[in-house]
């Protein structure tokens, strides 16, 4: 099983969808978890980091489940912009390494 | 500005040959990354160290060796062991306390010719 799972995607959506990104991860010692977004042939980017109680940045909201081992991504209003691929990212313990996810692929269309 | 740079951006090597990639952070972070994207696929870690004249093994680290003599530096040097170079390989740098992202550099796209 790997260890930081996604939706496989691609997602294509039209501008001013919601469109929500499902993320599951199999190490219950996990710490810290992000979104992370990568444009094509680009690095990723933080998008969010994502807290217990849940936390929205404008458009995105991110949430989390420690019980099920589920994080979740929902853009409302989706924007050209948007397009790009988003990537779970789980920190494991304390000083460890970054897990990523393998990403789902959005693409919105006009 | 504060950040991680890494050289080159595109990367031309021979069959046999070692090639080794630059990153540098001056955002005083411990931990450095390595991780290798392929085409369509996610990232894998290669190597990260925590501190320095230290680092581990990822999940990919046959066929490449780093170094971690200074904080700001964590050269990844790809060996002719290495089957299947050709990638896209990005360094990343953090803080070591919990709930804290890492930041990547913008890069290195090998190629084996």
């Known amino acids: 099983r790997k260890e930081v799972e996604q939706d496989p995607g691609p997602f294509n959506v039209p501008e001013g969808a919601t469109v929500a990104f499902n993320c599951t991860y199999s190490?219950?010692?996990?710490?810290?978890f992000f979104w992370y977004r990568q444009d094509c042939r680009k690095e990723p980017k933080l998008l969010m980091s994502?807290?217990?109680s849940g936390n929205e940045d404008g458009r995105f909201t991110a949430q989390l489940n420690r019980a099920s081992q589920y994080i979740s991504l929902l853009i409302r209003d989706s924007k050209l912009s948007d397009s790009a691929t988003y990537l779970c990212?789980?920190?494991?313990?304390?000083?460890?390494?970054?897990?990523f996810g393998p990403g789902t692929r959005l693409s919105v269309l006009p | 500005d504060g950040g991680i740079t890494q050289s080159p951006k595109y990367l031309f090597r021979k069959e046999g040959q070692n090639v080794t990639l630059s990153c540098e952070q001056n955002?005083?972070?411990?931990?450095m990354y390595w991780y290798r994207q392929d085409p369509g696929q996610g990232l894998r870690l290669i190597y990260y160290?925590?501190?320095?004249?230290?680092?581990q093994k990822g999940d990919i680290a046959e066929g490449y060796s780093v170094s971690r003599e200074k904080k700001e530096s964590f050269p990844l040097t790809v060996t002719s062991a290495q089957k299947n170079p050709t990638a896209f390989y990005l360094c990343?740098?953090?803080?070591?306390?919990?709930?804290?992202?890492?930041?990547f550099g913008q890069g290195t796209r090998l190629t084996v010719v």
């Open positions: 994502v807290y217990s």
């Open positions: 990343a740098s953090s803080i070591t306390e919990q709930y804290t992202e890492a930041f």
């Open positions: 990212v789980v920190k494991e313990n304390y000083g460890q390494n970054f897990v």
């Open positions: 190490n219950s010692a996990s710490q810290s």
């Open positions: 955002l005083n972070h411990d931990a």
């Open positions: 160290s925590q501190i320095v004249n230290d680092f």
